[in-house]
């Protein structure tokens, strides 16, 4: 094990994130709040840990798939420790425990929160709150990447290790030109959005806090009642298209941009993606028409943003959905496990495993019909090989596992089953809120010290896509070489 490494890309990330509170700092001095110095301590600490890191002599700069895990694992752990320096810091959540969830929940973009009265807290805290869902969002580890070639390490191991997806594949030869493309890609599309909310009537702070909450696929916003708070149709409309958006695989922005367009209106995961939001919000809108909104259009504005909303794990609500038919939540929380495309910033199952399980599923149905045929499993034109196709069934298989643990888990708070389910697929999934207990206007500062610290790791697990947070639980990954 090359120890050396790890600790020095431990270093850089680190380093990253003392430069990541610079903007909250700049806000906390100009708002003149309370909250400066917090974030002052902060960068110091960073520095202080990250330094001595970053500058330690190495006998290799090789990152094996072993060093990788490693990396991306205490990566995701450290920063989020680190992050939760200025929430405590500052008084704003006195509990380090709270804390640490509430960073969790914001590096992963899942969107769960403990704090009950968001209005009151230091506009710099807000909006370092906040911006945890974009740095995040793409991942903090392929952000590295991009820098990792300047100390002469290369990176496309970690890249396969923390990038959301069964397959990590790089748009360009070189690593940290993909990294690059795919942050290009994420900032121009924060920035449009940005640009779009404030033509709604926000101003630059908050389309930027509301911005990095969609884009990253988040969900925290500056108000106890979320976007509900701000009572405008075009704010809905313009956050609900640019979720959906930010749960495309930001690959095909790249396409896009080089006007591959047959790649892009042929992708199946897409197509699936679509298909699945779009029925969901015909099922819905006809489900509740005429039950709890004054008209169509009222009904269709409101379901399209929760579907939006939860298909793309970003969490933020209108309205209070827990108050919506059986029938509608049903198709809800089946969205909690469904997620957006690989290569998003969404979280969950993802769409592209369902689209190969179906397919595995079309094969047996075949092999039943004739059963020397040798049947394939194909997508986009191309087959998948058997490690690959074992690698996604493994997943859903063991994602399966961890929300029925999950749930059992928690189901020792004493709280009912659909509590219990749903604050498991919302933490797993990356989402945020989910119903009862949980549910749209509710909080996770009810539960108990345990059960914060293991939502924080279902929403470590959901990030991390499992197998790499996994694995350094087994005794062999200690024991053999990668």
């Known amino acids: 094990?090359?120890?050396?490494?790890?600790?020095?890309?431990?270093?850089?990330?680190?380093?990253?994130?003392?430069?990541?509170?610079?903007?909250?700092?700049?806000?906390?001095?100009?708002?003149?709040?309370?909250?400066?110095?917090?974030?002052?301590?902060?960068?110091?600490?960073?520095?202080?840990?990250?330094?001595?890191?970053?500058?330690?002599?190495?006998?290799?700069?090789?990152?094996?798939?072993?060093?990788?895990?490693?990396?991306?694992?205490?990566?995701?752990?450290?920063?989020?420790?680190?992050?939760?320096?200025?929430?405590?810091?500052?008084?704003?959540?006195?509990?380090?425990?709270?804390?640490?969830?509430?960073?969790?929940?914001?590096?992963?973009?899942?969107?769960?929160?403990?704090?009950?009265?968001?209005?009151?807290?230091?506009?710099?805290?807000?909006?370092?709150?906040?911006?945890?869902?974009?740095?995040?969002?793409?991942?903090?580890?392929?952000?590295?990447?991009?820098?990792?070639?300047?100390?002469?390490?290369?990176?496309?191991?970690?890249?396969?290790?923390?990038?959301?997806?069964?397959?990590?594949?790089?748009?360009?030869?070189?690593?940290?030109?993909?990294?690059?493309?795919?942050?290009?890609?994420?900032?121009?599309?924060?920035?449009?959005?940005?640009?779009?909310?404030?033509?709604?009537?926000?101003?630059?702070?908050?389309?930027?806090?509301?911005?990095?909450?969609?884009?990253?696929?988040?969900?925290?916003?500056?108000?106890?009642?979320?976007?509900?708070?701000?009572?405008?149709?075009?704010?809905?409309?313009?956050?609900?298209?640019?979720?959906?958006?930010?749960?495309?695989?930001?690959?095909?922005?790249y396409d896009a941009y080089k006007r591959r367009w047959r790649d892009i209106f042929s992708n199946s995961e897409l197509k699936l993606y679509l298909t699945i939001v779009a029925a969901s919000i015909i099922f819905i809108t006809l489900n509740l028409n005429g039950r709890l909104y004054s008209s169509l259009m009222e009904t269709f504005r409101h379901v399209l943003f929760q579907v939006g909303s939860i298909i793309t794990t970003t969490g933020y609500s209108t309205v209070d959905y827990d108050q919506w038919t059986t029938f509608s939540k049903a198709i809800l929380f089946i969205l909690m496990f469904v997620g957006g495309c690989a290569g998003s910033t969404a979280g969950a199952i993802k769409n592209i495993r369902l689209l190969v399980l179906f397919k595995m599923i079309k094969r047996e149905f075949g092999k039943i019909m004739h059963p020397r045929a040798v049947i394939p499993v194909n997508i986009q034109g191309k087959t998948l090989s058997g490690d690959v196709v074992a690698n996604i069934t493994s997943f859903f298989f063991l994602y399966v596992l961890v929300f029925i643990v999950g749930t059992l888990l928690i189901s020792l708070e004493g709280i009912g089953l659909v509590s219990a389910a749903s604050s498991v697929a919302a933490t797993l999934g990356n989402i945020g809120p989910g119903f009862d207990f949980v549910g749209p206007t509710r909080t996770y500062s009810l539960f108990s010290v345990p059960s914060k610290l293991l939502l924080s790791l279902l929403m470590l697990l959901g990030r991390l896509e499992l197998f790499s947070l996994l694995i350094l639980m087994t005794p062999n990954f200690w024991r053999q070489e990668m």
Do not use: C
């Not at 209005?119 to 820098?147: C, D, N, Q, Y």
């Not at 925290?220 to 959906?244: D, G, H």
């Open 1 to 253: 094990m090359n120890f050396g490494i790890i600790i020095k890309v431990l270093g850089s990330l680190l380093l990253f994130k003392a430069v990541a509170l610079l903007p909250s700092l700049g806000i906390s001095i100009y708002m003149g709040e309370s909250d400066t110095s917090a974030f002052l301590h902060s960068i110091l600490l960073l520095l202080a840990f990250g330094v001595p890191m970053f500058k330690r002599k190495v006998s290799s700069r090789r990152i094996r798939p072993k060093e990788a895990l490693m990396i991306v694992s205490f990566g995701w752990i450290l920063a989020s420790v680190f992050g939760a320096l200025p929430f405590v810091l500052s008084g704003s959540i006195p509990s380090f425990i709270d804390a640490f969830f509430e960073t969790v929940s914001g590096l992963t973009t899942t969107g769960a929160t403990i704090i009950d009265n968001i209005e009151v807290l230091p506009k710099g805290i807000l909006f370092w709150r906040s911006f945890t869902h974009w740095i995040g969002g793409m991942g903090i580890l392929v952000l590295t990447v991009a820098i990792l070639p300047m100390i002469g390490v290369g990176g496309f191991q970690i890249f396969k290790a923390e990038s959301p997806g069964p397959i990590s594949d790089k748009l360009v030869p070189r690593i940290k030109d993909t990294a690059k493309i795919l942050y290009t890609a994420y900032l121009a599309i924060t920035i449009l959005e940005v640009v779009f909310l404030m033509f709604g009537g926000l101003n630059l702070y908050e389309a930027l806090i509301h911005t990095f909450g969609t884009v990253g696929t988040g969900g925290f916003s500056t108000k106890n009642n979320s976007i509900a708070a701000f009572n405008s149709s075009y704010i809905e409309t313009v956050i609900a298209i640019f979720m959906i958006a930010s749960g495309v695989n930001f690959a095909l922005y």
